[in-house]
Nanobody
Framework: VQLQASGGGLVQAGGSLRLSCAASGPTLNRYVIGWFRQTPGKEREFVAAISWSAGRTSYAESVKDRFTIARDSAKNTVDLQMNSLKTEDTARYYC???????????????????WGQGTLVTVSS
């Protein structure tokens, strides 16, 4: 599967952005699609994930109640709606795909085999 992330940009603290991950290739029925983020000098960290078939979701504690992940089967996209953004949300955001689709691995970076190129989100104070 090929993944293409888009939607990043510059936003003020308290604002909103919507990221989109477009998937192409084989059927996504067994996949989990996740969003991760990374800042220079730090490890890539889990943000949110969704199972394509059941729509089961998982969120990092730091974004729960602010971010929402959703899939659009018609468009083959997974969107990340980010509200109430904070300066600490500044990072490059990556979408990733795990074809095994095991729920217990949704938050684990190394479980994901396919990665998009990332999109930069900058939140200013």
């Amino acid at each position: 599967v090929q993944l293409q992330a888009s939607g990043g940009g510059l936003v003020q603290a308290g604002g909103s952005l919507r990221l989109s991950c477009a998937a192409s290739g084989p059927t996504l029925n067994r996949y989990v699609i996740g969003w991760f983020r990374q800042t220079p000098g730090k490890e890539r960290e889990f943000v949110a994930a969704i199972s394509w078939s059941a729509g089961r979701t998982s969120y990092a504690e730091s974004v729960k109640d602010r971010f929402t992940i959703a899939r659009d089967s018609a468009k083959n996209t997974v969107d990340l709606q980010m509200n109430s953004l904070k300066t600490e949300d500044t990072a490059r955001y990556y979408c990733a795909g795990d074809r095994t689709g095991y729920y217990r691995y949704m938050t684990i970076r190394t479980a994901y085999e396919y990665w998009g190129q990332g999109t930069l989100v900058t939140v200013s104070s």
